[in-house]
């Protein structure tokens, strides 16, 4: 079983910013698509940001678009989030996820908080 492991979260204050990263020893990322997703407090798990396999598209909700970026690493095997102008309502807990067919893998996810 494959399980992905974030790294890069913890706490900021309002406009600044942090990059998470996504990874798994000895799995490919690279033949697989990439997502972000988040779950606030008291909300369920949404959609953040995805790309598709080499880089050809990327997807953004509309609560990050502008601010956020997805982007992989194919040769270290590992998947990044960068956020920037972090805002309080980016407070979650963040999942990176691998999706390739039937084939879905997430991270144990990763706290988030901002908070002057």
């Known amino acids: 079983q494959v399980q992905l492991v974030e790294s890069g979260g913890g706490l900021v204050q309002p406009g600044e910013s942090l990059r998470l990263s996504c990874a798994a020893p000895?799995?490919?990322?690279?033949?697989?698509?990439a997502s972000w997703y988040r779950q606030r407090p008291g909300k369920e798990r949404e959609f953040i940001a995805a790309?598709?396999?080499?880089?050809?598209?990327?997807n953004y909700a509309d609560a990050v678009k502008g601010r956020f970026t997805i982007s992989r690493d194919d040769d270290k095997n590992t998947v990044y989030l960068q956020m920037n102008s972090l805002r309080v309502e980016d407070t979650a807990v963040y999942y990176c996820k691998a999706a390739r067919g039937t084939n879905t893998y997430w991270g144990q996810g990763i706290q988030v908080t901002v908070s002057s």
């Open positions: 790309m598709s396999v080499a880089a050809l598209d990327t």
């Open positions: 000895g799995f490919t990322f690279s033949r697989y698509i």
